[in-house]
Nanobody, 127 residues
Framework: QVRLVESGGELVQAGGSLRLSCTASGRTVSSYASGWFRQAPGKEREFVAAISWSGHNTDYADSVKGRFTIIRDDAKSTVYLQMNSLKPEDTAVYYC????????????????????WGQGTQVTVSS
C-alpha cells in the first residue's frame, strides 16, 4: 500500500512558478515509477510528467515540455513537479500517482497503469 499526499498548489500569476510536492508513505518512492497528472474543470484527467522507477528516465506532455520538471528526492520519499512560466491553461487540480508494476526504466502516460493516487492539489494561474 502506498499513500500519496500532494501539496504546494495555490493561486499564481501567469509567468510565475510553483513547486508541487508529493510525499509518499508505505513504500519508498525509489521502488516504483511516479507520475503527475492534472484535471481541469469539464475535462478528462491528462498526463503531465513521469519518472521511471530507476529515476533515469523522465517524460513530459508536449504542453509542458521546457517549462515543467519532475524531480525525485529518495531521501525525503518525495516527488516534485517544478512548474515555471505558468500559463492560465495550466489551471487544474494536479495529482501524483504511483505505478508499482512498471519496468525499471519505463515511463508511462497511461493513467490506467497507475495503482495509487493522491487527493490532488489545486493550481490556479491568473492572466
Amino acid at each position: 500500500q502506498v499513500r500519496l499526499v500532494e501539496s504546494g498548489g495555490e493561486l499564481v500569476q501567469a509567468g510565475g512558478s510553483l513547486r508541487l510536492s508529493c510525499t509518499a508513505s508505505g513504500r519508498t518512492v525509489s521502488s516504483y515509477a511516479s507520475g503527475w497528472f492534472r484535471q481541469a474543470p469539464g475535462k478528462e484527467r491528462e498526463f503531465v510528467a513521469a519518472i521511471s522507477w530507476s529515476g533515469h528516465n523522465t517524460d513530459y506532455a508536449d504542453s509542458v515540455k521546457g517549462r515543467f520538471t519532475i524531480i525525485r528526492d529518495d531521501a525525503k520519499s518525495t516527488v516534485y513537479l517544478q512548474m515555471n512560466s505558468l500559463k492560465p491553461e495550466d489551471t487544474a487540480v494536479y495529482y501524483c500517482a504511483a505505478s508499482l508494476n512498471s519496468g525499471v526504466y519505463d515511463v508511462t502516460h497511461d493513467l490506467l497503469e497507475y495503482d495509487y493516487w493522491g487527493q490532488g492539489t489545486q493550481v490556479t494561474v491568473s492572466s
